[in-house]
């Protein structure tokens, strides 16, 4: 079970938002880079990045501050990044600058044939963000929430060949109130494909829980305001997570 930092990016600073809200941001460090070497330090396998002003504006916005943090890991361990990604050749520039997946979210659902031809273009590559209020299907930000099933939509993205589903349950992202675990569960056993869980973790006890699902085919979880504002220690997260893995 990988524990995985979040990285958020609005105006060149890390920030958390509560429930994808703009205006509701906590600034945690104007330096990402720092902030992204501290978690690699904390024994971090994996990176999760988002480009916030991009997810709303539909097109990278933090691109810089991303290729600088990737610079920095330097393929030390993946990152992987959403926020704004709607075609092609953004993509493969964020490959050819270091970054190891590239997550697809509002386009998979807008822009039709988008994400079949990412995923034939750069196979191995794609992931799919799937935000979710209540079962169905946030876009734009979160801001809008459509009519979309999350289940029957991650069922057909995985035909198409991504590599993993992230799941977000927006009601309890950056709310610290705990894992969507019967939600993430009942989504896992639809797929052959992994999923990661994402919004709510708290404290130790959703690493737990996490772990006591992942042979559903969770193969990580995406924290951020819990690791930042100390609820969650991510060194003894991911030490109790391998811990867990081992034994089951």
Same mark, same amino acid.
């Given at each position: 079970?990988?524990?995985?930092?979040?990285?958020?990016?609005?105006?060149?600073?890390?920030? #958390?938002?509560?429930?994808?809200?703009?205006?509701?941001?906590?600034?945690?460090?104007?330096?990402?880079?720092?902030?992204?070497?501290?978690? *690699?330090?904390?024994?971090?396998?994996?990176?999760?990045?988002?480009?916030?002003?991009?997810?709303?504006?539909?097109?990278?916005?933090?691109?810089?501050?991303?290729?600088?943090?990737?610079?920095?890991?330097?393929?030390?361990?993946? +990152?992987?990044?959403?926020?704004?990604?709607?075609?092609?050749?953004?993509?493969?520039?964020?490959?050819?600058?270091?970054?190891?997946?590239?997550?697809?979210?509002?386009?998979?659902? %807008? +822009?039709?044939?988008?994400?079949?031809?990412?995923?034939?273009?750069?196979?191995?590559?794609?992931?799919?963000?799937?935000?979710?209020?209540?079962?169905?299907?946030?876009?734009?930000?979160?801001? %809008? /929430?459509?009519?979309?099933?999350?289940?029957?939509?991650? %069922? %057909?993205?995985?035909?198409?060949?991504?590599?993993?589903? +992230?799941?977000?349950?927006?009601?309890?992202?950056?709310?610290?109130?705990?894992?969507?675990?019967?939600?993430? /569960?009942?989504?896992? #056993?639809?797929?052959?494909?992994?999923?990661?869980?994402?919004?709510?973790?708290?404290?130790?006890?959703?690493?737990?829980?996490?772990?006591?699902?992942?042979?559903?085919?969770?193969?990580?979880?995406?924290?951020?305001?819990?690791?930042?504002?100390?609820?969650?220690?991510?060194?003894?997260?991911?030490?109790?997570?391998?811990? *867990?893995?081992?034994?089951?």
């Amino acid at each position: 079970m990988l524990i995985i930092p979040a990285i958020d990016l609005k105006d060149g600073q890390c920030v #958390r938002l509560k429930q994808g809200i703009m205006e509701d941001a906590t600034v945690f460090s104007e330096d990402p880079g720092k902030m992204a070497e501290h978690w *690699l330090d904390q024994g971090a396998r994996r990176l999760h990045l988002v480009d916030l002003n991009g997810a709303f504006a539909g097109k990278p916005k933090n691109e810089v501050i991303v290729c600088e943090i990737a610079r920095a890991i330097d393929d030390r361990i993946p +990152i992987q990044l959403g926020g704004g990604i709607r075609d092609l050749d953004t993509i493969e520039r964020y490959l050819d600058n270091g970054i190891t997946y590239v997550i697809i979210g509002t386009a998979a659902i %807008k +822009i039709p044939g988008f994400l079949h031809d990412a995923c034939n273009a750069f196979p191995g590559h794609i992931m799919v963000g799937l935000d979710a209020r209540d079962g169905k299907v946030a876009v734009d930000g979160w801001s %809008k /929430v459509t009519g979309h099933d999350v289940v029957d939509l991650a %069922k %057909k993205f995985e035909s198409y060949g991504v590599e993993a589903i +992230i799941y977000t349950d927006i009601g309890r992202d950056g709310m610290l109130s705990g894992i969507n675990a019967e939600a993430t /569960v009942a989504l896992a #056993r639809e797929l052959s494909i992994p999923v990661i869980a994402s919004g709510g973790i708290t404290d130790i006890n959703d690493i737990n829980t996490l772990c006591e699902i992942e042979a559903e085919g969770i193969m990580g979880a995406i924290t951020g305001r819990a690791i930042y504002e100390g609820s969650l220690n991510f060194k003894e997260a991911q030490i109790l997570a391998d811990k *867990l893995s081992a034994a089951s």
